[in-house]
């Protein structure tokens, strides 16, 4: 079956803009996550969906990013007035909400802010 | 507190060699899983191992094994006979029933395969 999808692959943008990153994950999973990793480094942690309840959002680095699920579905992460700081990979994972279920992870938007 | 640590930032191994990757964890729940992910230069994360906490047995996929200390709170990931493939970042995760099922991810560990 279709794994987990992110689109664009790849953007660049000026500081100042505002860009929306898209995730498709696998059908049937309740549970969303999103993550940034900068080269070379971990992954941290930025937002949790998962079924009907609030998001867990602690991880949002500042009031400029949000993110919404859509239909317990897509979700999309935005970025309002992008900095430089900002450029990483954006990932995102879904899984069943299960303790032992894995998380599949989408192959990744890399996010240049120049 | 750090929810999963990974204390070596990189590691080397010689091809055809066993090497562990070390992996402690910090909850009071009793429900969790642990989980090992590998991230190869290409970037994306591939899931390698999962074991519970209620699980008695260790956990084997393959070449891969994980090494469970309930009581000392260590999960080790244990790679047997090497191979060059296996160069990558390796994630240690945890998800636990009384966070929603957050799962908390350790800083990585760097493994080159010497051939």
């Known amino acids: 079956g279709a794994g987990v999808s992110q689109s664009p692959s790849n953007k660049v943008t000026e500081k100042g803009k505002d860009v929306e990153l898209r995730c498709d994950p696998i059908s049937g999973h309740t549970a969303l996550y999103w993550y940034r990793q900068s080269l070379g480094q971990g992954l941290e942690f930025l937002i949790y969906?998962?079924?009907?309840?609030?998001?867990?959002k602690s991880g949002l680095p500042s009031d400029r990013f949000s993110a919404e699920r859509t239909g317990g579905s897509v979700s999309t992460l935005t970025i309002q007035r992008t900095q430089q700081e900002d450029s990483a990979v954006y990932l995102c994972?879904?899984?069943?909400?299960?303790?032992?279920?894995?998380?599949?992870f989408g192959p990744g938007t890399r996010l240049t802010v120049l | 507190a750090q929810k999963i640590t990974q204390t070596q930032p990189g590691m080397f191994v010689q091809e055809k060699e066993a090497v562990t990757l070390d992996c402690t964890y910090d909850t009071s729940d009793q429900s969790y899983g642990l989980f090992w992910y590998k991230q190869p230069s290409s970037g994306e994360m591939i899931f390698l191992i999962y074991q519970g906490s209620y699980d008695e047995q260790n956990a084997t996929e393959g070449r891969y094994s994980l090494n469970f200390q309930k009581a000392r709170k260590s999960a080790n990931l244990v790679i047997s006979a090497s191979q060059l493939g296996d160069s990558a970042m390796y994630f240690c995760?945890?998800?636990?029933?009384?966070?929603?099922?957050?799962?908390?991810f350790g800083t990585g560990t760097s493994l080159t395969v010497i051939p």
């Open positions: 969906f998962q079924g009907n309840s609030a998001p867990d």
């Open positions: 994972a879904s899984s069943l909400g299960a303790t032992r279920d894995t998380q599949y």
């Open positions: 995760a945890m998800r636990e029933r009384g966070t929603g099922n957050q799962f908390y």
